[in-house]
């Protein structure tokens, strides 16, 4: 191998390069996947050269006595650069100008969904539990994703005034997430409309991350029963790790996000 | 009766005690053993499925049109139960198709050092 780490922690310079060669493959194909998605060109619209030197970064920030793989360590990051350099690329808004409004919509959103769903970024769709198959869990990935989406698009439309046959649509849903506990309303909101992911909302929480995740799934579960029998369904039970933050509200008197938004609209 | 029993519970005379025997020394530690390796896990099963994906939710390039077709079905069931709402069925289907897609990669590039 080449000279020894410099401070112990980090890779020598030397060692930096050979990660950097052995995964250049590696990180063109992270590139090439959100240019195909989005219908750029990953040479000509800068994603190649974004990527690399997100890798660059990453081989020089890796420490191995964390015991953390390289690709698990630079994949979310090399992603990131990719799709933030997608973004800005004069592909992106000539291909805006090109396509229908709704495909400009579709893609504004899929971008958005990784501050939801960052672990998307590290090639893995959102599934916190095993099931036991890999069909099912992937089948109810998806639906999340779906509807996780559905109520981004409904929080973008509710911010950029929405179309009259779309009003009735987005009531109905803020209406059944208002009948939630102020806690999963508060989940929610942040989630969805603060753009925060999961994990994020359970370190603010102070509580463990696969707490807030299942909590999440149940209210997905309550969201779809909800909406497809056209009536409010059994509301889920706040799970013991999260009582302190009911608590915390109550005595703060929150009513919820979406009650709030329901009572200064009526 | 009871005179007599008083009689017989009489104490006659307290026995000299036992000497204190020798506390015996311990006896050195022997060595401690070498603690020894465990020995390696032969073979971890794959897991069946779409695909066999080996961390949990892990996706790859391969599953694409497998993936792809479950979005179709899925939005096609939510949107039908009125989850989804019809004005935006198509944004969303094209959302979470383009997000999967946008990080899908070969799997022989992940699994490359």
Redesign the interface.
């Known amino acids: 191998m080449g000279k020894p780490a410099s401070d112990g922690k980090h890779l020598s310079e030397e060692e930096a390069n050979n990660l950097v060669v052995?995964h250049h493959?590696?990180t063109e194909?992270?590139a090439?996947?959100?240019a195909?998605?989005?219908n750029l060109d990953w040479r000509l619209d800068g994603l190649d050269g974004a990527a690399m030197e997100a890798l660059i970064f990453c081989s020089r920030r890796f420490d191995p006595s964390r015991g953390i793989p390289f690709?698990g360590y630079s994949r979310r990051r090399i992603?990131e650069v990719s799709?933030e350099a997608a973004r800005k690329s004069k592909g992106w808004s000539r291909s805006m100008s090109n396509k229908t409004a709704?495909?400009n919509?579709?893609?504004e959103?899929?971008a958005e969904?990784?501050g939801v769903?960052p672990?998307?970024?590290?090639?893995?769709?959102?599934?916190?539990?095993?099931s036991g198959?890999?069909?099912s869990?992937?089948?109810s990935?998806?639906?999340e994703?779906?509807?996780g989406?559905?109520l981004v698009?409904?929080k973008q439309a509710v911010a950029n005034g929405p179309?009259p046959?779309?009003l009735m649509?987005?009531k109905r849903?803020v209406g059944v997430m208002a009948c939630l506990e102020p806690v999963h309303q508060l989940l929610l909101y942040k989630v969805y409309w603060d753009g925060i992911s999961l994990r994020n909302v359970a370190t603010e929480w102070e509580t463990d991350g696969l707490n807030v995740m299942r909590e999440h799934k149940v209210l997905i579960a309550y969201?779809?029963k909800s909406?497809?029998q056209?009536k409010p369904a059994a509301l889920p039970k706040v799970r013991p790790g999260l009582k302190p933050l009911v608590t915390k509200l109550k005595s703060s008197g929150n009513k919820g996000p979406f009650t709030d938004v329901l009572v200064s609209t009526a | 009766m009871g005179r007599k029993d008083d009689k017989d519970k009489k104490i006659d005379k307290i026995g000299a005690s036992d000497a204190t025997k020798r506390v015996k020394s311990t006896e050195a530690v022997s060595d401690v053993e070498k603690v020894k390796g465990a020995s390696a896990v032969s073979r971890v099963a794959g897991v069946s499925g779409v695909g066999g994906t080996q961390a949990l939710g892990k996706i790859s390039l391969e599953q694409r049109e497998k993936l792809m077709g479950i979005v179709t079905e899925e939005a096609a069931k939510l949107a039908a139960q009125g989850v989804i709402p019809n004005s935006q069925r198509e944004i969303v289907e094209q959302a979470v198709k383009m997000v999967i897609d946008a990080t899908l990669i070969e799997s022989s590039e992940e699994k490359k050092r």
């Open positions: 052995e493959g590696w194909s992270i090439r996947a959100v195909r998605a989005w690709k992603h799709t709704a495909e919509k579709a893609r959103l899929s969904l990784y769903f672990d998307l970024r590290d090639g893995r769709l959102p599934v916190s539990e095993s198959s890999d069909d869990d992937a089948r990935a998806i639906r994703l779906l509807i989406a559905s698009a409904t179309l046959d779309e649509d987005y849903m969201l779809q909406l497809a056209g």
